[in-house]
């Protein structure tokens, strides 16, 4: 099935070298135009590496580019006047909604958002831990990743051990 992300777990994955484990997980990817403006063009203005990492991805055409209709437009407008989130949070929202996604959050308002509307949704760092689950990576891999993702993202040191943990009951 595939999932629906915004801005910063793009960037989080590819910056630790993890952007595959997205495909692996879900085949495909599907992102607002604004994310891909925020990942893929105003990173490579910038030039940073993970934008053409990001784009590789979307040539490769595992990562979708979905526009919004104009319904679709005005719902992501209204998400971002009346809740504190971004528009990449807000468009990926609302394609999360509409096309019963998964959506990929890192902001904790966006996903109270996501959680109000009924949004199946999950933070980054639930990426290597489902990848671990499904046995696609090791538990030594989890942690690298985990310990890699931690150094691009502020993640609680007590949601890192939740992790572990889940991670260590799930496998025995």
């Not at 959050?105 to 009924?118: S, T, Y």
């Amino acid at each position: 099935m595939p999932a629906t992300s915004n801005t910063s777990p793009l960037i989080a994955l590819t910056k630790t070298g993890r952007l595959r484990l997205l495909k692996e997980l879900y085949g495909t990817v599907i992102v607002p135009p604004f994310v891909k403006g925020e990942c893929v063009d105003k990173g490579k203005v910038i030039g940073a590496a993970d934008a053409y990492e990001i784009e590789k991805g979307v040539q490769e055409g595992w990562i979708k580019v979905v526009a919004l209709g104009k319904k679709s437009r005005t719902r992501a407008r209204t998400l971002t006047e009346r809740a504190r989130i971004g528009q990449g949070e807000a468009e990926a929202i609302v394609l999360a909604k509409e096309r019963r996604l998964l959506v990929i959050l890192d902001d904790a308002e966006a996903r109270a958002v996501a959680r109000g509307l009924g949004v199946q949704h999950m933070g980054t760092v639930m990426v290597p831990y489902v990848a671990f689950v499904r046995r696609l990576i090791s538990r030594q891999e989890l942690v690298a990743i985990l310990a890699d993702l931690s150094r691009v993202l502020w993640i609680s040191p007590t949601v890192i051990a939740e992790v572990l943990r889940m991670a260590q009951e799930g496998r025995k």
